[in-house]
C-alpha cells in the first residue's frame, strides 16, 4: 500500500484543522469501532461555505481526505459543495489504494452531515436537498 | 531536536549484520556451486551448508540431523502443522490444539485443517497474553495429535510457559510444535531441556537475511514432505539450497545465542525505559505482561488516536515502528492479537508496536521518547473521539499529562 505524494503532504500538513464555534453546521460521521470519525464546521454566508474546519480520527487516508475535502469545499455554494463527490476528492489526492476508498465516503458524508445539520438549524429539511447521509452504517468498508 | 533515523520494528525484520553478510558474500560470487554436486565447488558449498547446520542446532540444544532448512518460518509452521495433521489423520487423531493469538503461518494453516475435517481447539489468552500449561492439559483428548504454540508472541511480545507445556505434551505422549520466530535469540532455548518436539525458526528476525529459515523435528518423529523433489535436506525438503542465506543464518543464530543472558540485561533496560517514559502519558496502557515479555518489545494502546496516523507520523519523523492498527494490515479488523487479549476495537485501533533490538542506543530511545509525546499530542488535538472521550469520562488538561 502506497499513499500519492498529495496525501502525504495532505496527511502531514492538513489544511483547515480545528473547530468553529458557533458553526452554522456540523456534521459527524463515522465510529470509533471502524476506526474512523470526521466531523466537519462549516460557516455559511449567504448560502457561501465562508469557512470549514474538520477533526478526524483514523488513518492518514481519513486525515488526508478530510483535509481535501475542505480545501475543495470553502468558499464554495452549498450547491457546488453538494456536487463534490467522494471520487473528485481522490481525484484531488492522485488516487488513494483501494482499501482506503472508503475514507473518501467518508469525507464526503462528513461535508453532507455538516450541510444537513445547516439546514435543519435554518429550519429547513435536508433531505430533499441533501439526501439521505449514510454515515458509516452504509460504509462497505465497515464491519 | 536533530532528525535520525530509528529503526525500532525488529519484530517485522532486523537488518543483515555484518558478520551474516560477510560469511555469505562468496558463496554468491566465489564459492557458488550446487551442494549436491561432486566437483571440489559444489562440495564445498556442501561443507557449508553442514556448518550451519551445526551452528543451529548448537543454538537451540539440537542434533545436527534435527535441522531441516527451509525458506522461513511460515514454510517451517506450515510443514510442522500439516505434516503432523497428516500423520494423525491416518491414526484417527484429527485434533489440534493452538492459541487465539498464533502468527496468520498457524492460525490460516490450522482453518485450512478444519475444512479438511480436523477439528482445532484455540486456547484463549488471558488479559496479559499469556496462556498456560493446565488449559493445555484441560484441552488434550484421545485423538489430539499436535499441539502447536508460540514460544513468543510477535505483537506483544509475551513468553509462554514452554517448559511446562512441553512437560505436559511429553507425558500425554502428543507432538509438541512451537513458532519460536520471535524467541530464538531473545530467550534460551534447549528444545531437550523444554521437551519440545518441533520447532520454527526464521532468519530474518536474528539478522540473516529473508527467506530463509529452518524446522526442528527431534529424531524419531517423521512427517511427510510439504515439497517433493529432489533429495535435497535428506530428501525431506526438496529444492537447490539457498547457500549463502543458510550460511548467514547459521552465522546469524551463532552471534544471536552467545550472550542471550547479557542481551537480555541491555535490551531490557532500554525497553523499559520506553515503556516507563510513554506510559506518561495519559490513558495509554501496555499490553501483555510486563515480566514475561520480549527484552525488545513494547507494545502500548494510546486512546484516541488511530495506529496508522501514529505510524506514519512517525515514519516522517524517522522512526520506523508498527502498529495492531486495522489500517496497517489492509484489512478492517485491528490486530486479532489485541482483540484475543481483550481489547475493544476503538483502543485495539490506537496501538504501537516499538520492538528493539541489541543494535539500538540509548540515543534512539532519547529520540523516540521525544517524538511519540509530540505525535500523540498533534493527533489528539484534531482527534473527535479523543475531545469526546475528555468529555464523557471529565479528563481535563492537555492531550498529553
Same mark, same amino acid.
Given at each position: ?143 | ?352 508496536? $516499538? ?29 473527535? $473521539? ?16
Amino acid at each position: 500500500m502506497i499513499y500519492s505524494e498529495k496525501v502525504m503532504d495532505h496527511f502531514a500538513n492538513p489544511r483547515n484543522v480545528g473547530t468553529i464555534e458557533n458553526a452554522d453546521g456540523v456534521g459527524e460521521v463515522g465510529n470509533a469501532k471502524c476506526g474512523d470519525i470526521m466531523k466537519m464546521y462549516i460557516k455559511v454566508d449567504n448560502g457561501t461555505i465562508s469557512d470549514v474546519k474538520f477533526q478526524t480520527f483514523g488513518c492518514g487516508a481519513a486525515v488526508a481526505t478530510s483535509s481535501m475535502a475542505t480545501e475543495l469545499i470553502k468558499g464554495k455554494s452549498i450547491d457546488e459543495a453538494l456536487k463534490l463527490t467522494n471520487k473528485a476528492v481522490v481525484e484531488a489526492l492522485d488516487g488513494l489504494p483501494p482499501a482506503k476508498l472508503h475514507c473518501s465516503v467518508l469525507a464526503e458524508e462528513a461535508m453532507k452531515a455538516a450541510i444537513s445539520d445547516y439546514y435543519r438549524k435554518q429550519g429547513v429539511d435536508p433531505e430533499p436537498i441533501v439526501g439521505k447521509v449514510a454515515g458509516c452504517s452504509d460504509c462497505e468498508g465497515c464491519h | 531536536m536533530e532528525k535520525r533515523f530509528v529503526y525500532a520494528d525488529n519484530a517485522a525484520t532486523t537488518r543483515v549484520s555484518e558478520r551474516a553478510l560477510s560469511a555469505a558474500l562468496p558463496y554468491f560470487t566465489e564459492q557458488y556451486g550446487n551442494a549436491s554436486s561432486i566437483y571440489m565447488l559444489g562440495q564445498n558449498a556442501a561443507k557449508a551448508i553442514l556448518k550451519a547446520r551445526k551452528q543451529v542446532a548448537d543454538a537451540i540444544g539440537a542434533k545436527t540431523n534435527e535441522v531441516y532448512f527451509t525458506s522461513g518460518g511460515s514454510e517451517s509452521d506450515n510443514w510442522a502443522i500439516k505434516g503432523v495433521a497428516e500423520v494423525g489423520e491416518k491414526k484417527g487423531k484429527k485434533h489440534i490444539i493452538t492459541t487465539a493469538f498464533e502468527h496468520h503461518a498457524v492460525l490460516h494453516t490450522c482453518q485450512y485443517l478444519e475444512k479438511h475435517g480436523f477439528e482445532v481447539t484455540y486456547l484463549p489468552v488471558s488479559d496479559k497474553g499469556l496462556v498456560t500449561a493446565e488449559q493445555v492439559r484441560d484441552a488434550i483428548r484421545e485423538d489430539t495429535c499436535l499441539v502447536t504454540i508460540m514460544f513468543a508472541n510477535n505483537e506483544i511480545g509475551t513468553i509462554q510457559p514452554i517448559g511446562e507445556i512441553g512437560k505436559v505434551c511429553r507425558e500425554k505422549g502428543v507432538i509438541f510444535h512451537t513458532d519460536a520466530v520471535q524467541a530464538v535469540g531473545n530467550v534460551p532455548i534447549d528444545v531437550k531441556e523444554l521437551n519440545i518436539d518441533m520447532l520454527s525458526l526464521s532468519g530474518h528476525k536474528i539478522h540473516a537475511p529473508k527467506g530463509v529459515g529452518a524446522l526442528y523435528i527431534r529424531a524419531g518423529i517423521s512427517i511427510p514432505n510439504l515439497i517433493f523433489g529432489g533429495a535435497q535436506e535428506r530428501s525431506k525438503r526438496a529444492g537447490t539450497e539457498n547457500v549463502p542465506s543458510i550460511v548467514a543464518l547459521g552465522e546469524a543464530i551463532t552471534a544471536a545465542t552467545e550472550d542471550i543472558p547479557g542481551k537480555i540485561e541491555k535490551v531490557t533496560k532500554m525497553r523499559n525505559r520506553l515503556i516507563d517514559e510513554i506510559l506518561k502519558i495519559k490513558e495509554t496502557r501496555l499490553n501483555g505482561d510486563r515480566e514475561q515479555r520480549l527484552c525488545g518489545n513494547v507494545n502500548i494502546s494510546i486512546r484516541g488516536i488511530e495506529g496508522e496516523s501514529l505510524l506514519l507520523s512517525l515514519d516522517l519523523m524517522g522512526i520506523c515502528a508498527s502498529s495492531g492498527s486495522a489500517c496497517t494490515s489492509g484489512s478492517l479488523d485491528p490486530s486479532h492479537v489485541l482483540l484475543a487479549i481483550g481489547l475493544p476495537h476503538e483502543i485495539a485501533h490506537g496501538s504501537l508496536r $516499538l520492538s528493539i533490538s541489541d543494535e539500538t542506543t540509548d540515543e534512539d530511545i532519547d529520540y523516540i521518547i521525544e517524538c511519540v509525546p509530540k505525535v500523540v499530542d498533534k493527533l489528539r488535538a484534531m482527534s473527535p $473521539l479523543w475531545d469526546r472521550i475528555c468529555r464523557d469520562e471529565g479528563i481535563t488538561g492537555g492531550n498529553l499529562y
